[in-house]
């Protein structure tokens, strides 16, 4: 392909690149991104010289008054676009620039707009930067910079004449190489594509280096949160039914190599609930408290009404990204220790839930270790309980309800002995009398629960919930509902659960006076995700690949920066230690073998000592005379020669010998040429060799002038060709 | 040995020579690049946004990129220019330049070159679009030099705008290449040379040749023309003797040149050596036997190209000198080695005398001083 031809056609991709940047954004309305489309395809078309379509930016014959009303109305577009229609300058500018782009795809005829173009395409790129964190972004920019690359080095090799190319330059120009066209050809190619790939090696070095230092002086939050429900201070019963088939991802939850054993189920507490009014679940006291942190930015969380001592689980860290929600909440699982992140401060309510301060407009990454209450095996068998008076005043609470609830609680738990057996009977009554579905609709309800223990018999965690917190209740036992997450989708590629809307799930927290709250989860597993097909594996994979993107690009920090200088420094320190280990473990073996040896020595004679000198004399020996040809060619023409005769007069009697080893012996009458004569009679293969060192010799030694290094350098590289070859038919 | 002077200046050229080895410039495209640049960084650092910063390393990456490729374009390049023992001031000559690439693995891409001579980039017009690495390529460009005398080419620049034409990159090699520039010929008076022929007849100088009179009798030796044996006197002397014949024509012409001229005189001092060339060459066209004597330096009487081009380098380094200056003396030292009998016809160029009698030692046949050579190179 033409120079010329490959220039216009990696011009219109770098464009097409930007744009597709600012499509995927969902920046560009859709009848403008189809007029912008269909303009880059043809110009594009036009650029390969397809036939019908060759002449089509010639065509366009505007003149350029008409152009510079067509800009000033774009303009005006702006304005309005500005004031009336987006009534924000990023989408308008966005919208102009498009504009501009497609009018200066019309135009494209002078070097000039191609500048233009250039610098438009950057503006789009950089718009759709500032305009998404999503993955997708890693292949544009991979086109983008690759067609950058091309794009430049084509506009500047290119001579073809655009209308604007100066015409002293190339009539000042003398080509060396007229006879070679100016096509791609397959070194060119690989030349260019590998400039692309050390470009973006670079790119990804300098990335990570370049100090990340935010000024923010006209920065702008941007992105709609994610709505969910179920976690504010009132919740409805029903409202997470409403969220439960929306795949919309939540947040990604990491955990250490260590814990990946629980990749099975992982609850994510969110918000606890005490009070039940019938229909509604809400907080008691909406009273938060802020808690404080350490130097290193480490919250300690205290759950009021928590006892973590001596029966709690080993750690469990859990790294959480959180996408925007228009929640405050952060989730763990409980009961959450500590919680480390970039953020200015944390609050916790008395049942233990776990709040920012604000509602992120943007992603929250953060860190939760937390220690799972475990139940005492006491307490499993303890005949009866004696429950603190706040604990029995607060979560033994019940609304009016049918008498039938409780008949029913007694009915379950009739055959219980100890209160713990009765709970496990609720949840097994639960857990096996009930249908879950989706498909159940409360919201016109007046008795949700009795209608579901007694009518329906169907329904999901909310009912299963809410059902087991009022039977236990109205038996003595206190209990409270918990919504939160329980994540199931495990993505084997990243180490990670992926949480989903859909995985927005409610549960029952049991009080025991010397456990604590102690998790039970009434709902039947709904068999989802039993069945997982190689799509899905492959969804995983890409999930995982964004979870990376974002991790190691997107949320990429200067704490990153200083881990990063603290790892190379740990990993210098850990490298000079094993160095050093590895010399102080190899001079205590030289010297006790230097021990074994100087014993011997002195036990025996010192005849070994002159045996091994001897040996080593002779192996240096022995080295000299494998390389002394080397050696001999580094010295005639390296060093500065003080004998009478020149370097090539050296290296000519270096090749003569050579030739002598291979039979072909000089007679003294013969002159230099007359030598060469006979050599290219009796080794043919040898000849070429022969002559042209033999014409380098005649030259330096009777031309009276000292021949170059480059010279003799092509001569020594002779006289080891001669060296390899092999004389045949002697 | 070496005045203080020199050793200032060797030292200042090398100073220099290492200072501006490698030199690298903005391009205007390169200003608009960094200028994106700059602006991309400052968004980037106001929004904290980590794409941002990669777009600023992609910037980044590309002028690194640049400075690494367009470095290896220009290095490792070795040049040998060939050039013309003498060449003609006016007249273009034809000079050679041999480029290697000794890069291993890198080719070299849009090399252009310049000479330098005098601190100042001079362009040729040397474009080398593509350069394989471990290749030469041969370059040839016209040399036009004005004046006479001598041409120093210190240095070889070449400079590339590989890969993106962000950067201009410079890189300085020596390559000293001194180029003798001789007068300009120019067209004589027909007339001129015409009427100096005619009085030259009366000068020949018997030499020996193809020709019928008798010029001299030796003894055979092996490869004489047998046909030349005198057997006359091969009888005689019972040895064999042969006969040589005298050339028909014997006129032989000394051209001298004064260097003496007042700074006043400068001028006319060019045209008269430019006189001078034209007038030897005028007459080496027609076989003459000539001799040139430039202030202190002779010739020697001679013919043939080899001839010619010697004279042709003593007037392309002769110097001008002041009448009252200390080595004028000197350079009327020879004038007065002439003789007729070897000398031939004496044509004598003086564009400044004082009219007095010392000024000329020697009797010239044919005496041209200011105001003829004035004439006669009027139309120079």
């Known amino acids: 392909m033409p120079f010329d031809r490959a220039f216009r056609l990696s011009s219109l991709l770098l464009a097409a690149s930007a744009f597709g940047g600012l499509v995927l954004a969902q920046a560009v309305p859709s009848w403008l991104a189809a007029l912008t489309a269909t303009i880059l395809s043809l110009s594009v078309l036009a650029a390969m010289e397809i036939s019908f379509f060759a002449e089509f930016p010639a065509r366009i014959t505007v003149p350029a008054r008409l152009w510079n009303v067509l800009l000033i109305g774009a303009f005006l577009f702006f304005l309005v676009d ?59 920019f991979l086109l983008y910079l690759l067609t950058t690359v091309w794009t430049l080095l084509l506009y500047h090799l290119c001579d073809v004449d655009l209308g604007a190319s100066p015409p002293a330059r190339s009539s000042s120009r003398q080509l060396a190489h007229e006879d070679q066209p100016r096509k791609i050809r397959a070194n060119f190619f690989w030349l260019t594509n590998g400039i692309a790939v050390l470009a973006f090696g670079l790119t990804v070095a300098i990335f990570f280096l370049l100090p990340r230092i935010g000024a923010g002086m006209w920065q702008k939050t941007r992105g709609d949160a994610l709505r969910t429900t179920g976690f504010s201070e009132r919740v409805d019963l029903g409202t997470i039914g409403a969220i439960k088939q929306d795949p919309q991802l939540v947040m990604r939850v990491e955990l250490p190599e260590s814990q990946q054993s629980r990749r099975d189920r992982l609850y994510l507490r969110g918000v606890a609930y005490d009070r039940y009014d019938g229909r509604s679940w809400n907080t008691g006291s909406p009273r938060r408290r802020n808690q404080g942190s350490t130097e290193d930015g480490i919250f300690s969380i205290i759950p009021l009404g928590s006892r973590l001592s001596g029966t709690v689980s080993a750690p469990i860290m859990q790294d959480i990204l959180l996408e925007p929600l228009d929640t405050a909440v952060l989730f763990s699982v409980p009961v959450a220790v500590t919680v480390t992140g970039e953020f200015p401060g944390v609050q916790t309510d008395n049942m233990g839930a776990i709040f920012l301060p604000f509602v992120s407009s943007a992603r929250t990454r953060y860190s939760v270790t937390s220690r799972e209450p475990l139940l005492l095996p006491a307490e499993q ?299 290219e009679r009796c080794w043919q293969a040898a000849g070429p060799l022969v002559s042209d060192i033999t014409a380098c010799y005649c030259r330096g030694r009777f031309g009276g002038k000292r021949l170059s290094s480059e010279e003799l350098t092509r001569v020594t590289e002779q006289i080891t060709r001669l060296r390899r070859l092999t004389r045949t038919g002697r | 040995m070496k005045t203080l002077g020199d050793f200032a200046h060797v030292l200042r050229t090398r100073v220099l020579t290492f200072v501006t080895r490698r030199s690298i410039r903005l391009t205007s495209e390169g200003v608009r690049f960094l200028l994106f640049t700059i602006g991309i960084g400052i968004a980037a650092i106001n929004t904290g946004n980590n794409l941002f910063y990669l777009l600023l ?124 520039v001789g007068p300009p010929i120019k067209p004589l008076s027909l007339r001129f040379v015409e009427d100096l022929l005619s009085q030259g007849q009366g000068h020949p100088l018997p030499r020996r040749g193809h020709g019928t009179q008798l010029y001299n009798l030796r003894l055979y030796r092996p490869g004489d023309d047998s046909r030349s044996i005198h ?65 202190a330096d002779d010739s020697g009487m001679g013919v043939g190209s080899d001839h010619l081009l010697h004279m042709m380098k003593a007037l392309a380094i002769c110097r001008r000198r002041s009448p009252n200056g200390k080595d004028s003396r000197a350079s009327r030292a020879r004038w007065g080695d002439l003789g007729h009998h070897e000398s031939g016809y004496i044509v004598a160029l003086c564009p400044w005398s004082n009219g007095g009698p010392q000024e000329h030692p020697f009797v010239a046949d044919r005496l041209l001083e200011g105001t003829q050579l004035e004439e006669l190179t009027r139309a120079f």
């Not at chain 1, 004031?83 to 002078?110: C, E, M, V, W």
Request: aromatic residues 10%; charged residues 20%.
């Open chain 1, 381 to 679: 068998t303890a005949q009866r309980m004696d429950y603190p008076r706040g604990i029995q005043d607060r979560y033994l609470q019940l609304p009016e309800l049918s008498s039938q609830v409780a008949d029913l609680s007694h009915a379950v738990t009739r055959d219980a002995a100890t209160p713990y057996e009765r709970i496990m009977a609720v949840h097994q009554h639960l857990l096996q009398s009930y249908r879950y579905s989706l498909d159940v609709e409360t919201a016109s309800s007046a008795h949700p629960i009795e209608d579901f223990l007694f009518t329906r018999k169907t329904g999901y965690c909310e009912h299963y919930a809410t059902a087991m917190v009022l039977m236990l209740r109205t038996i003595g036992i206190p209990a409270r509902l918990v919504t939160g997450f329980l994540a199931t989708e495990w993505n084997e590629f990243g180490g990670y659960f992926t949480v989903r809307q859909r995985d927005a799930h409610a549960w029952v927290e049991v009080f025991f006076p010397r456990s604590g709250w102690i998790t039970f989860d009434p709902t039947p597993a709904t068999g989802a995700g039993a069945l997982r097909s190689r799509w899905e594996a492959l969804s995983r994979f890409s999930e995982s690949l964004r979870l990376h993107w974002d991790r190691v690009f997107i949320r990429y920090s200067v704490r990153d920066q200083f881990a990063m200088v603290h790892g190379v420094r740990e990993t210098g320190d850990a490298a000079r230690d094993r160095v050093r280990r590895w010399l102080t473990k190899m001079s205590v073996s030289v010297a006790s073998v230097l021990q074994t040896l100087a014993g011997n020595v002195r036990g025996i004679t010192l005849g070994y000592l002159h045996l091994f000198m001897g040996l080593a004399v002779l192996g240096t020996a022995l080295v000299v005379l494998l390389v002394r040809d080397r050696i001999g060619l580094w010295m005639a023409t390296c060093l500065p020669s003080s004998r009478k005769h020149p370097a090539i007069a050296q290296l000519y009697q270096r090749m003569l010998k050579v030739l002598e080893g291979q039979g072909v012996r000089k007679p003294p009458s013969a002159t230099p040429r007359e030598f060469v004569h006979e050599v």
């Open chain 2, 231 to 295: 057997w006359m006197t091969t009888a005689r002397t019972a040895q064999l003797i042969v006969r040589e014949t005298e050339i028909e024509d014997q006129r032989r012409v000394t051209v001298v040149l004064s260097l003496l001229a007042p700074d006043h005189l400068d001028d006319l001092f060019e045209r008269t050596v430019t006189f001078t060339a034209s007038l030897l060459w005028q007459l080496s066209q027609r076989q003459y036997p000539l001799r040139l004597i430039v202030g």
């Open chain 1, 82 to 140: 500005l004031a009336a229609i987006s009534g924000d300058l990023l989408p308008a500018g966005i919208h102009f620039l498009t504009l501009l782009l497609s009018l200066k795809l019309l135009t494209l005829h002078q070097r000039v707009d191609y500048r233009h173009l250039f610098a438009i395409s950057l503006m789009a790129i950089l718009a759709s930067a500032a305009l998404t964190t999503e993955i997708w972004y890693v292949p544009i």
């Open chain 2, 57 to 180: 390393a992609l910037m980044l990456s590309l002028v690194v990129v640049s400075g690494l490729l367009s470095e290896q374009c220009v290095r490792k390049l070795t040049f040998h220019r060939h050039v013309p023992d003498l060449i003609m001031a006016n007249d273009p000559a034809m000079v050679s330049l041999s480029v290697t690439n000794r890069n291993r693995w890198f080719h070299g891409y849009s090399l252009r070159l310049f000479d330098v001579g005098g601190g100042q980039d001079l362009d040729r017009g040397l474009f080398i679009p593509y350069l394989e690495a471990r290749r030469s390529v041969l370059l040839s460009y016209p040399l036009l030099a004005t004046k006479r005398g001598r041409i120093t080419l210190e240095h070889l620049r070449a400079e590339t705008l590989f890969p993106f034409g962000l950067f201009l990159k410079r890189a300085l090699y020596p390559a000293e290449t001194t180029v003798l």
